[in-house]
């Protein structure tokens, strides 16, 4: 114990000792300031040793000159030891200052390939954009950056403390994608072509001339002239480029059908085209080689024939050639009551000469226009001839209904004069009326009329159809005297015993002369044994008391107007 303090005493007697002989002063100079984030290295004096204080944010605490990177202001201490064993002691104080204000960026953005787009700092007094080779002004807060890749600038603002902040802003850079607007293309005048854009999503065409829809890829062209059609094609990224496609048009091309021409019915003629390689002739049903520059054609009438030619390019061009057919034409089938006359016409193109036929019922059968009188129904031909000698013909068809009536008439005698019966057999539709001599009219098919003997009686018919012709008949009637047309049948036996067979005695007369005939029947004493008048003049075997007559001979006498017949008759049972 008493050791350790004599020790201790010797001890703490050296250190008296060596600090009073010696002396060692150094100065680390004046406080300072950094920026946070910042280094700074101090210097210390020329000694074996050294001792920093606080060791945080030191770079060594015991070498000469360390490096400082102070968070936050600090004092930093140094004590030193020279070569002689002094120690010197100096501090510091390290100010740090942070950025003063808040750096603000654009936001990250894209932009496609080609594009520039603008790069904004704010809240520094200086700015320092890297890397600058893409930027048109890497010292101003508002740069242009055109970068050719995806780049990330970084800028470092410096405030009036001149401490700096970094921040960082991405451009992504899209690259434009393979836009297409086409091929260039060669098309024939006035016909159409698809074209075909492709790259997109969407497409705008720039100038859209004789374009159906400039906002599709594939819209329809049909330019009047050659033109270079621009496009707008958008990708998936927005990003847009222009393309361009050229669309010439050929040499139009000159198609020629020949000239005019004129020529007889049924010639044939030789077409005769140019202007191209192939050719195509409509109607082709009227020509024997359709496809060929100068076919026979074979017009019936005056034909327009149309060719279309195609040149070596494949354009096509038409023409048309007009061949001029003689040909006449006549009015329209007619219809004509019989004797009217109705004038016809011949049309079509100019003659010379005309001749009808037959010529019956024809005014003038040398002109174009002659009058026709309706005899019957028949076909009128007429022949026409151009200075040319070019002959055609037409027919006109006259219809002359036939109302001619159809009569058919019956007599039948009667007491005072002859009945005829009048029928009229004409086929119907075809109205009529009777005239009779007396005055009086009827429209029935079938008539009767009393006509006195020993006279002369006139009767007309008439008819009309629905096209209001008429036609006529007259019918003359003469009758004889009453003796011409009177006779009688009169049996000589009857058998009146029911048995179906002979029962009867019945006197036939001519006509309806039994209406005004008188009947009496006696027997062998005179006695009147059957009275009749009129229709009735049959005698049935039974006396007018209703008592069979006995068989035996019977005699009778029939008066019919002025005539009489007697008689006598067998009556057996």
């Keep these: 114990m008493f050791k350790f303090k004599i020790i201790f005493i010797l001890t703490f007697c050296f250190s008296i000792s060596s600090k009073a002989q010696c002396s060692f002063n150094f100065d680390l100079g004046n406080d300072t300031s950094i920026c946070l984030g910042e280094n700074i290295q101090l210097i210390g004096p020329t000694a074996i040793s050294y001792s920093w204080t606080p060791i945080n944010s030191v770079s060594n605490p015991t070498t000469q000159s360390p490096t400082f990177n102070p968070l936050i202001t ?87 403390q001149n401490c700096q902040i970094t921040d960082s802003v991405s451009i992504i850079v899209f690259d434009v994608p393979n836009f297409d607007a086409g091929n260039d293309t060669t098309v024939c005048p006035g016909s159409s072509i698809h074209l075909n854009a492709s790259g997109g999503i969407s497409y705008q065409w720039i100038n859209p001339i004789n374009i159906n829809n400039f906002m599709i890829h594939n819209p329809i062209a049909s330019p009047d002239d050659s033109i270079t059609y621009y496009v707008n094609i958008t990708d998936s990224n927005n990003c847009i480029n222009i393309d361009s496609v050229s669309v010439k048009i050929y040499e139009e091309p000159e198609a020629d059908a020949g000239f ?59 023409d048309t050639v007009r061949i001029l057919v003689f040909k006449i034409f006549t009015d329209e089938d007619t219809l004509l009551c019989k004797g009217d006359s109705t004038q016809v016409n011949l049309y079509g193109d100019p003659a010379v000469s005309f001749e009808w036929s037959p010529t019956a019922g024809v005014s003038d059968a040398l002109t174009f226009n002659p009058w026709i009188t309706a005899i019957h129904s028949r076909n009128y031909v007429v022949t026409a001839s151009d200075s040319k000698g070019c002959i055609d013909t037409d027919t006109i068809h006259i219809e002359v209904p036939d109302l001619t009536p159809i009569i058919d008439t019956n007599t039948i005698p009667g007491c005072d004069g002859l009945y005829v019966e009048y029928e009229n057999l004409t086929p119907l539709p075809i109205e009529h009326l009777w005239v009779f001599n007396d005055g009086t009219t009827s429209n029935e098919l079938a008539v009767e009329k009393l006509i006195d003997y020993e006279s002369t009686n006139l009767t007309t018919i008439y008819t009309n159809d629905e096209n209001g012709c008429m036609d006529s008949l007259d019918i003359n009637v003469t009758t004889l005297d009453f003796d011409h047309y009177f006779s009688w049948y009169l049996p000589n036996v009857f058998t009146p015993n029911n048995d179906q067979i002979n029962d009867l005695f019945e006197i036939q007369l001519a006509g309806r002369m039994n209406e005004c005939a008188n009947v009496f029947i006696f027997n062998k004493w005179g006695e009147v044994q059957f009275q009749s008048s009129g229709n009735n003049v049959i005698w049935d075997g039974f006396t007018s008391v209703g008592t069979p007559a006995k068989p035996g001979t019977y005699y009778f006498t029939i008066s019919v107007k002025h005539h009489q017949k007697n008689g006598s008759i067998q009556l057996f049972r």
């Design 260 to 318: 005019n021409d004129y020529i007889c019915d049924g010639d044939p003629y030789q077409l005769n085209a140019s202007g191209g390689v192939s050719y195509q002739w409509e109607p082709f049903n009227l020509v024997n080689h359709p496809t060929i520059a100068n076919p026979l054609s074979f017009p019936n009438d005056d034909t327009e024939f149309t060719v279309q030619v195609t040149d070596s390019n494949g354009c096509v061009d038409m």
């Design 74 to 160: 600090t004092k930093y201490y140094l004590s030193a030891v020279d070569n002689l064993g002094c120690i010197g002691e100096d501090s510091i104080t390290i100010t740090v200052n942070s950025f003063n204000g808040i750096l603000t960026l654009s936001q990250d953005d894209s932009i496609c390939s080609g594009e520039s787009t603008q790069l904004t700092a704010t809240g520094g007094i200086s700015y320092l954009w890297n890397p600058s080779n893409s930027l048109n002004s890497p010292t101003t807060p508002f740069p242009t950056a055109s970068p050719t890749n995806s780049t990330v600038y970084t800028v470092t603002a410096t405030d009036n």
